[in-house]
């Protein structure tokens, strides 16, 4: 779940830098300070999602890149695409690490 969390926010980081690129040439410098801000929240974010706060920063990040989308139009897309790959990853890792901790658990049976 960390692993596949810790992508989509890289990635979004990435995104979000080439937004800035778009945005630098038709609004003002604190629409760019703002998205530089939430590309580097991306990065930090993706680097601490041990603990449960980090899952909720991380969720509030993907609206304020869906958000972005009122100065860059086509995060409106890319926000909807990253909103469905966070979740995504959330069910996913989720349904991993269930697998996982049977595993090791011994809760599959080897054959003889």
């Known amino acids: 779940m960390k692993v596949l969390g810790a992508s989509v926010l890289a990635m979004e980081s990435l995104v979000m830098g080439f937004a800035l690129l778009l945005a630098g ?14 590309a580097i929240l991306f990065m ?49 890792g989720r349904k991993g690490e269930a697998a996982r901790a049977s595993l090791l658990k011994g809760g599959v049976s080897k054959p003889q």
Request: glycine share 14%; hydrophobic share 65%.
């Open 25 to 38: 040439k038709s609004h003002s410098s604190s629409v760019i300070i703002f998205g530089g801000v939430v």
């Open 44 to 92: 930090a974010v993706a680097g601490t999602l041990r603990g449960k706060w980090a899952w909720i920063v991380g969720s509030i990040l993907q609206l304020v890149l869906f958000a972005y989308g009122f100065f860059v139009t086509t995060m409106f897309f890319l926000g909807l695409l990253f909103g469905g790959l966070w979740i995504a990853a959330i069910v996913v």
